[in-house]
């Protein structure tokens, strides 16, 4: 057999809440065309994680996602460190903790840091629009740790009609988002 593994780490918006398949499953069927390999996509993704949530559940369940021998990770949370009105010194300890851990996993570079998307129109409480403030200053420091450790930053498009609630995608965002995440994977693939 030929194929990848690609191991994508985040919270609902990773796991498809809104839709049938998420993001991570439209990129590896996406990689499948252009690569004429199988993808393993491993969507280790939870519903309402928090960015320490994931560090503590990759502790939790290290043995197995060791097991994946991941050649590349994407990682996107902290949409819901914004709901929890997470202080950005916190978010930076976790993150920091969430990073050497997913660098162990990859045992490499091939690390894609995704940027938080931005809450919509649309967004319901407990979330509000507000909260997009903390964001920036959140993928600010996102986007720097990117830059110091030598990996690959990635943002995905956003437009109101990507998403389902505001927060959410929905199948068009979904499908947008693996297609886009499948040409950053490419790029890293092709770099020199």
């Known amino acids: 057999m030929n194929w990848e593994t690609l191991l ?91 990073l050497i851990k997913v660098k162990l996993l990859v045992k490499s570079r091939n690390i894609i840091l995704n940027k938080i998307p931005s809450l919509r129109s649309g967004v319901m409480l407990p979330y509000n629009l507000s909260m997009n403030e903390m964001g920036i200053q959140y993928n600010n420091w996102i986007s720097e740790i990117a830059k110091s450790h030598g990996l690959m930053l990635n943002e995905m498009p956003e437009s109101d009609d990507l998403f389902f609630d505001g927060v959410h995608l929905n199948q068009k965002g979904s499908e947008l988002w693996g297609k886009h995440l499948s040409q950053k994977i490419l790029e890293l693939r092709y770099e020199s």
């Open 8 to 98: 994508c780490l985040g919270d609902s918006i990773t796991i498809g809440a809104r839709s049938y398949l998420g993001y991570p499953e439209y990129c590896g069927n996406f990689l499948k065309n252009e690569t004429a390999k199988d993808w393993n996509v491993v969507n280790c993704a939870v519903s309402g994680y928090t960015t320490i949530d994931l560090v503590q559940h990759i502790d939790k369940n290290w043995s197995h996602l060791n097991e994946t021998k991941p050649e590349l990770i994407s990682l996107m949370i902290g949409t819901n460190d914004l709901k929890k009105n997470t202080s950005f010194s916190d978010f930076q300890i976790a993150f920091s903790l969430l």
